[in-house]
T-cell receptor, first 110, second 111 residues
């Protein structure tokens, strides 16, 4: 069974641009969560989607948004990028208690 | 609010036991997790424990939970160089829909 797939793996963007990251969960998993990982802040919860609905949201500004499609694939979007948005963005899918993580998308904002 | 704290670094010699500690604040936590992250990789779930348990053992891993003190520990017996990684403690309620992570403990294993 294929794992969680995140694309792209690496991305370089300029301040002020916007970016869309994609996450394909494990087949059959309906819950997808997103996390931001930085050396200074550790792993911060962004949001969680289940059956196309956002169920939980972390403490991030409105520039961070997401959505989930009917096939459970999820995207997150960051608008008006700032240097501080440079991070590893991790997606996790779950069917029950155990979350399976993708390898992440490393975003660098210059 | 919810918070999970853990020490940032731990260094042990190969063959010794490693103990990584974690404290959390949310008394309604129902699941507590340990994840491992190797360089360039995502997080891998090592083990988890329900809040109504106080110990769980899985091969070289032993998890101890002191719910009164909100303290969780992970013991790795016979630590190997391949165990070098960052270990994250995490907690959640209601089956993990919103999981809060600690900052991670970087384990160094010296040969």
């Amino acid at each position: 069974k294929a794992g969680v797939t995140q694309t792209p793996r690496y991305l370089i963007k300029t301040r002020g641009q916007q970016v869309t990251l994609s996450c394909s969960p494990i087949s059959g998993h309906r819950s997808v969560s997103w996390y931001q990982q930085t050396p200074g802040q550790g792993l911060q919860f962004l949001f969680e989607y289940f059956s196309e609905t956002q169920r939980n949201k972390g403490n991030f500004p409105g520039r961070f948004s997401g959505r989930q499609f009917s096939n459970s694939r999820s995207e997150m979007n960051v608008s008006t990028l700032e240097l501080g948005d440079s991070a590893l963005y991790l997606c996790a899918s779950r069917a029950n208690t155990e979350a399976f993580f993708g390898q992440g998308t490393r975003l660098t904002v210059v | 609010g919810e918070d999970v704290e853990q020490s940032l670094f731990l260094s042990v010699r190969e063959g010794d036991s490693s103990v990584i500690n974690c404290t959390y604040t949310d008394s309604s936590s129902t699941y507590l997790y340990w994840y491992k992250q190797e360089p360039g990789a995502g997080l891998q779930l090592l083990t988890y424990i329900f809040s109504n348990m106080d110990m769980k053992q899985d091969q070289r891993l032993t998890v101890l939970l002191n719910k009164k003190d909100k303290h969780l520990s992970l013991r790795i017996a016979d630590t190997q160089t391949g165990d070098s990684a960052i270990y994250f403690c995490a907690e959640s309620t209601n089956g993990g829909f919103k999981t809060i992570f600690g900052a991670g403990t970087r384990l160094f294993v010296k040969a």
